[in-house]
């Protein structure tokens, strides 16, 4: 069953925040997925989930690189992507996001994850972010 958390975001800090709690309690290993549109936080809450890791070096949108490396303090890495301009699954493949995802003790994060669904796993951790005002965000976190 899943379980379904529901935030008010009224800030950047506050959206840095909450991903940086999903992270140390996810730990090493495991996916999450960002669903919004554009501008809705999906990298802010990258950020603040990259700090909750420990990672201290500046986290970017990876949206020309589509994925940005991380090493983790602890081993492992941290992928984030963003899939925006990936066309398809093919496309995806090609640049070896199923390696990325089964690397054991390494994490992803992925902005726009509905271009590659068919390679997802339903234990990935879903995180849907809307906008409600100019500055506040309406967070879900939905865990399978
Ligand atoms: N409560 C809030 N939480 C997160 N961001 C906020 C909030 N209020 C305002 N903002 C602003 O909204 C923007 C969110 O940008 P961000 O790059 O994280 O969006 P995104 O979802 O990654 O978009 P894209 O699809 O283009 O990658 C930032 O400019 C940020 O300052
Ligand atoms: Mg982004």
């Known amino acids: 069953m899943n379980t379904e958390q529901k935030f008010l975001s009224r800030s950047e ?8 709690a999903l992270a140390r309690e996810l730990g090493s ?23 909750g890791l420990g990672i201290t070096e500046p986290v970017s949108s ?10 983790l303090p602890g081993g492992g890495r941290l992928y984030h992507m963003d899939l925006y301009r990936i066309g398809d699954e093919h496309a995806a493949l090609g640049f070896g996001v199923d390696e990325f995802l089964n690397e054991p003790g390494a994490v992803s994060l992925i902005e ?7 390679l997802l796993p339903d234990t990935a951790i879903r995180v849907e972010l809307a906008h409600r005002s100019e500055n506040e965000r309406e967070i879900r976190i939905i865990r399978p």
């Open 29 to 51: 290993g495991g996916i999450v997925l960002l669903n919004g549109d554009l501008g809705a936080g999906k990298t802010v809450f990258s950020r603040g989930f990259a700090r």
């Open 112 to 118: 726009w994850p509905e271009r590659i669904r068919g």
């Open 62 to 71: 990876p949206t020309y690189t589509i994925v940005q490396e991380y090493e």
């Open 13 to 20: 800090a506050e959206t840095e925040a909450l991903g940086a």
